[in-house]
């Protein structure tokens, strides 16, 4: 380890910065967000640090500096392109003991800055000891994408309630449980939610449940998109590697679920045609009494929860039963495989609406409203159609849809085993009799599908 990591408190102690250009203004900007007590030393002041002086309280010296201008400070930045006085700065401040840093020369440093992901009073901070600067940038990226702004707000409450909690809990590692969970739970999604007052409520009703010996937990509806693991939102994998258990379907593929956390229990409750493993109300139940039991529960629907996954009817049980639960959408199956197909929902040229249904067989018959349906410029998606394909097709024709309409299937959508069969309404039937067609599937009809040449751009397996 070259550099020993640490954090300064600079509130009120006494800094100089040497030059005043643009990078010295940066350095400066740094400085202000850690409340230093700033001194300037530059023959030629930037606007840009006549601007900071203008708002802030900066003591600007327009001079030379010399060896004298060192005494009394706590810490140096030199940034000036004159290399003859970064090693003057350097060398004084390295006889007297006082901390410096001079820009892009890592050998005239005793300390350098490092790429910071600001979430005050939460600091995070990554470096490769002037050894590849953008690469820490990049990183420093990275961790940016997965810890939201709000988490500086999660952590001024949990010193709001800091003393109450020793109080109440007074053995430590229940205290380290009941932050853990309170940490990932209802609280924080609250907080990252912008309810900051409902989040204290929350974690004053914790705080009394702990004490009672009870507490409940919270569900978490998340859409797992069409397939493809990347297509998940950074809410929904966050959420997944925090919960208890996962309650999942059929649509959400093994990749998917690869991505929860590792000691996770996993729950199936996948249906089928005719073959329904857990009924619908018994789910609904299902997340309620895990939730009971203080477990942080997901349940992971393939698509969109709330486009014919139901998700409505087990958020009604959660609130019957007083349950916190959030809702995190997923990319509908409809938008994320057309986008893989190359097949536009949209187009000026083809269809103006598109409209979604279900394609389920019920009494040997799908009941829909063909008359609308068969109406042109516009595109149909239907979901879970598969089986009832021949009598969709021969139903849109009898109702007044051209036979050489087209119409795609789309398998296994945004996955490497993604498939696309174009035809008509009057060939698409036969064409895939022999295809060995694997659920899920999707089906496109309109204008669109003629598309799907020019603009594919995804193969799978076909």
């Known amino acids: ?7 300064m408190k600079l509130q009120g102690q006494p800094c100089l910065v040497v030059g005043a250009g643009e990078i010295a203004a940066r350095k400066i900007e740094l400085l202000l967000k850690a409340d230093a007590k700033i001194t300037v030393i530059a023959r030629k002041i930037s606007t840009h640090v006549s ?20 005494i009394g400070f706590k810490l140096v930045i030199s940034a000036t ?27 005239l440093c005793s300390f350098i800055f490092p790429a910071i992901i600001d979430r005050s009073p939460i600091i995070a901070a990554v470096s490769s000891g002037g050894a590849a600067p953008v690469l820490a940038r990049l990183l420093r990226a990275k961790i940016e994408t997965v810890i939201p702004p709000a988490y500086g707000k999660l952590a001024a409450l949990a010193e709001k309630f800091r003393w109450a909690v020793k109080q109440s809990i007074k053995v430590p590692a229940q205290r380290r449980i009941f932050w853990e969970n309170n940490f990932q739970g209802a609280v924080a999604e609250l907080v990252f939610a912008g309810k900051e007052q409902e989040a204290a409520r929350q974690l004053t009703e914790n705080l009394a449940k702990h004490e009672q010996g009870t507490n409940f937990g919270e ?40 991505l929860a956390r590792r000691d996770s229990e996993k729950i199936y409750v996948g249906k089928q045609r005719q073959n329904h493993t857990v009924p619908q109300e018994d789910i609904n139940i299902l997340l309620a009494d895990l939730a009971k039991a203080g477990k942080r529960v997901v349940r992971l629907k393939g698509g969109d929860p709330f486009i014919f996954g139901r998700g409505g009817e087990e958020i ?22 057309a986008s893989y197909a190359g097949i536009p929902l949209t187009h000026r ?10 394609g389920h067989l019920k009494d040997n018959s ?50 490497i085993n993604q498939r696309v069969i174009t035809g008509t309404l009057e ?36």
């Open 316 to 337: 009604e049980t959660l609130m019957q039963q007083g349950i916190n639960f959030q809702v995190v959408p997923g990319i509908t199956a409809a938008s994320g495989c």
């Open 51 to 70: 601007e900071l002086q203008a708002v802030h309280d900066l003591n600007v010296l327009q001079k030379s500096f010399s060896t004298e201008d060192l």
């Open 81 to 107: 392109d004159n290399q003859q006085t970064n090693e003057l700065v350097a060398h004084t401040a390295t006889q007297q003991n006082i901390l410096v840093n001079v820009v892009d020369s890592p050998a």
């Open 427 to 462: 060939t698409l039937p036969s064409l895939v009799i022999d295809k060995d067609i694997k659920p899920p599937t999707l089906i496109i009809i309109g204008t669109v599908v003629t598309l799907h040449d020019k603009l594919a751009w995804f193969h799978g397996d076909s």
């Open 366 to 415: 799908i009941n829909l409203n063909w008359t609308q349906l068969a109406a042109p410029n516009q595109t149909i998606v239907i979901y879970m159609g598969l089986v009832g394909l021949e009598k969709i097709c021969e139903a849109l024709m009898a109702h007044g849809s051209p036979k050489d309409l087209p119409i795609a299937l789309v398998q296994q959508g945004t996955t």
């Open 219 to 258: 569900v978490y509806l998340i859409g797992a998109g069409p397939g493809a693991p990347d297509l998940l939102t950074f809410r929904a994998l966050r959420l997944m590697q925090q919960a208890d258990v996962i309650v999942y379907d059929r649509l959400v593929s093994p990749e998917i679920l690869e």
């Open 349 to 358: 040229d083809h269809a103006q609406s598109c409209t979604f249904v279900t």
């Open 1 to 7: 380890m070259d550099y020993f990591p640490v954090f």
